[in-house]
């Protein structure tokens, strides 16, 4: 389905009804095409929480206070 900016802001429930109904939906300025809505992915990738555990390694003392002198004199 193409439809116009302007025609779009006041069919919006009815786009969104096509569009979960499997249909694409082309959003034109002028007659040419400026957007798509189309349906989501069928499967979307889960988060993991954890998932960089152990694959980052910190060194000692990076957490270690910093001399605001040293800092400024970009002595670090």
């Keep these: 389905m193409d439809?116009?900016?302007?025609?779009?802001?006041?069919?919006?429930p009815e786009i969104i009804r096509a569009v979960e109904n499997g249909e694409k939906v082309v959003i034109t300025r002028h007659g040419k095409p400026?957007?798509?809505?189309?349906?989501p992915p069928?499967?979307?990738r889960k988060v993991r929480l954890g998932g960089m555990k152990d694959r980052i390694k910190l060194l000692p003392g990076w957490d270690a206070s910093v001399d605001l002198?040293?800092?400024?004199?970009g002595d670090l």
């Design 3 to 12: 439809i116009s900016i302007a025609e779009a802001k006041n069919r919006l």
């Design 42 to 44: 069928a499967e979307r």
């Design 34 to 39: 400026v957007a798509q809505i189309t349906p």
């Design 69 to 73: 002198d040293h800092f400024l004199a």
